[in-house]
């Protein structure tokens, strides 16, 4: 009989890619999300497919008493680190409610294993590079709230021995990124950007730098964690080890997308200034090869004919903003 597991946030981006590597590997999956930031046509046919939200406890528990998931792999989030100063509430109801509701329902109908994707945002401004016995001081809601469900899972483990893995990936692109969502996800703005004729956008000097990493390289590690006996109750960094300024990053774009890009700054905003990690451990737990990082200039000609496919998108603005006051003027504009 195969086994049933459920993916959140399942038509987003990684979370879709993480459903084709559960597909590979036989299993029975349930495709989960409310489609606010994905899109069904990014999901496996042959995955079964569920409409609905982490934060409706009900129809969680209808769903797991149904299903009775084996796995869960939650990637349902809200990640916009920037934005999240601006939307709290809504930015812990997504992100650590959402994520409560799951464990709840894990234990309570005897799943085996939670798999969670936190991110390197929890590190704050730590100096880099960030290994996973640094202790997390995130410096926005977005971290903290990831922080938080890190700290519940390993409460839930005390308390009910349900085993976890978690992850910190960073800075994650590649094919079925939301090039429409203009608070996250630098790659996939910038590629809108040019395709619409305008000038990149940057915060800063554009020297802040990150360790960008092809989807490609996460989702198989998040899919093999419950079945590797290494990985059971850690902590993991998972990205690429090579930072790269934004100012490099909006060169490489323009040379795969075969455009000279115009450049505009604009004032810096708060966020951390310099954000790449160290991965041996990952490396280690799962043997991984010398040659597994996918070098950035590789991935975005993997990332752009799916994205020149698919056109330039409207990026829409986040309709309930909870506090106006210091909102960057470019997350403004039409």
Known sequence: MTDTVLVTGAAGFMGSHLVDALVNLNFNVLAMDDLSGGYRDNVNENAQFIEASVTDHETVNRMFAEHRPKYVYHLAAYAAEGLSHFIRRFNY????????????????YDAEH????????????????????????????????KYACEQDIHQVYDMFK??????????????????????????GIFMNQLMQGKALTIFGSGEQSRGFTYVGD???VLAQAPMNSDARNEIFNLGADTPVSVNELAREVGDVMGIEPEIRYLPARHEVV???????????????????????????????????EHG???????????????LPGVWLEE
């Open 114 to 145: 939670f798999v969670f994707t936190s991110s390197i945002a929890v590190y704050g401004s730590a100096p880099p590079p960030m290994t996973e016995d640094m202790k997390p001081q995130p410096e926005d809601p977005y971290g903290i709230a």
């Open 274 to 308: 310099h954000a790449y990690a160290v991965h041996k451990k990952v490396r280690d737990a799962f043997d991984l090869p010398e040659d597994y990082e996918t070098p950035l200039a590789r991935g975005l000609r993997k990332m752009w004919p799916w994205v020149q």
């Open 312 to 326: 330039a998108r409207k990026t829409p603005k986040f309709k309930n903003i909870e506090v106006p006051k210091n």
């Open 162 to 187: 349900l085993p976890y893995t978690i992850f910190r990936p960073h800075n994650v692109y590649g094919e079925r990124q939301n090039v429409a969502d203009r608070y996250r996800n630098v790659i």
């Open 93 to 108: 109801t997504n992100n650590l409610i959402g994520t409560v509701n799951l464990l709840n329902a894990a234990v309570n």
């Open 218 to 220: 996460v989702a198989p």
